[in-house]
């Protein structure tokens, strides 16, 4: 049998590609994302489109070192929020042979 493609014909746009960037997000935010990643970040290059108003961010840490950081607001998109929170127990159960970005923590407030 096969599987039907995905009808996307209900999402805009604008819906696909309204992103914040990581210099928007509030400070407490990036503060606590620092403390996860335990140093500051010093260069930061968001992803233009998805479909979450949230940011999705490859960041750059004074060490050298490299992350993914996503964040998403319940006053943009209630949704979204609560999407986060469980995919962050998929993220830590895939197995360490998978070629996925490491998780690295989660910072909720």
Known sequence: MRRAEPNLSNFSRAAMTRRITWEQLPQTVRDGVESI???PVVAAVSAPGGFSPGSADRVLLASGRRAFV?????????TTPVLHRREAPGALALPQDIPAPEFLGMYDF
């Not at 996503?70 to 209630?78: I, Q, T």
């Open 37 to 39: 990643l335990t140093e």
């Open 70 to 78: 996503k964040a998403a607001s319940a006053l943009e998109n209630a």
